[in-house]
């Protein structure tokens, strides 16, 4: 049947992605970080999204939320940054496919400098 083997859910795409991809085309650390990051940032967030309802505002929230959070341990962007970059090669993937439209890939916002900082 068309479209039989099109992921139902965000989480159901992204274990495809990590095993088509992130353990495939990467090597073993960065393979290791981007799947942790996946399913510790993102999975954990919008894991149960339908995959075909997913919008860049979903994927961009990660991201803030994560960099909020960094923001708040005086931590720096590496870590939003690799997100950022693990989410926008998940989305790559899913529109290689066609499960979704390539538009929804997210870009990250720098948070500006808080006044301690500045």
Same mark, same amino acid.
């Given at each position: 049947?068309?479209?039989?083997? $099109?992921?139902?859910?965000?989480? /159901?795409?992204?274990? %495809?992605? $990590?095993?088509?991809? +992130?353990? $495939?085309?990467?090597?073993? &650390? %960065?393979?290791?970080e ?10 954990a #967030? ?6 075909? #309802?997913?919008?860049?505002? /979903? ?18 962007? &590496? $870590? ?5 970059? +693990? ?11 066609? %499960? ?12 500006p ?6």
């Amino acid at each position: 049947m068309l479209g039989s083997n $099109i992921p139902k859910a965000e989480g /159901d795409g992204a274990e %495809w992605f $990590i095993a088509e991809h +992130v353990e $495939i085309e990467n090597r073993a &650390v %960065w393979a290791e970080e981007a799947e942790r990051l996946i399913r510790v940032e993102v999975l954990a #967030q919008i894991g149960n999204y339908p995959l075909t #309802q997913l919008k860049k505002a /979903d994927l961009s929230a990660v991201i803030s939320r994560k960099m909020v959070a960094l923001k708040a341990k005086r931590g720096n962007g &590496v $870590i939003a940054n690799r997100l950022c970059a +693990v989410i926008s090669g998940f989305i790559a993937y899913c529109a290689d496919h066609g %499960w979704l439209d390539v538009n929804k890939r997210p870009t990250m916002t720098p948070l500006p400098p808080s006044r301690s900082n500045a």
